[in-house]
Structure formats: structure tokens, C-alpha cells
């Protein structure tokens, strides 16, 4: 596989560490519509939770979506972002948990979560990611 190829011919040239360029190289990945190879690619280990956000919309989107996937995805992508002071990735996951299990009948914690999450700004209420929490939590 090309790719394959390609990954490992980076692998020499650059360090694990550069993250600078992996992060950058991951981007074109994404832009491919090729998530798991940029999450793989990256090195990112959760370094960039957009990049597992966006594996979320993807399965969910697939026709053989798998939930458990997906919920994996969404949380890894939160718990990341928490823990890198990313909030608004971290409110994007979390609403996109929110609306999944309320979809499926169940809601548990996480509306008070999102709730509490999203009472943290206090700017940027035009964001789509607000607004799309807003409108969960039913603010609008």
C-alpha cells in the first residue's frame, strides 16, 4: 500500500516527536477523508482529539456503524481535549455524546455535563459547537 510506503519513509526522516509536522501531515490525511490513517499517522495517541471527533462522524455515518465505536471515539476525543485545556473540542465531542444517547433512548450524566461544560464560556456563542450545545441543553 502506498501509504504504508510512504509512513515509513517519514518514519526515518522525522523523529516520533515532531509532532509539528506529523500534526501537519496528519491534517492531509484528514483532508483525504482518510481518519484512521491520520490518527495512526500523527502519532497522535490522542494528542489531536479533533482528528477522533472526527472519527466519530465518520462512523456514524457509515452504514454499518457500530455505537460502542463511535461512543469510544466521541469520549476519547473529549477526555483528550479535557486534559489539553481544549475546550471547545472537548464541548464538540460531548454534545455529539449527548445527542448519540438520547438518540438511543439514554441520556445518563451527560447533559449535566455538557450542561456544566458549556457554562464554562463566556464568549463565542456564535461557534457552531455552542450553538449546537445550546440547542441540546435546550437554551435557544
Known sequence: DIFKEFKKGV???LGKEDYDTRYNLGIAYKEMDLIDEAIEFSGSDGKFPEFLVQRGDYLSMSTESDPAAIELAYRSAADWARLAGMRLI?????TRLVGMSRRQGADGDLSGALAALYETFDEGFDEPELMAARELLGLT
Not at 472537548?90 to 460531548?94: F, H, V
Open 90 to 94: 472537548e464541548l464538540s465531542a460531548t
Open 11 to 13: 518514519d526515518k526522516q
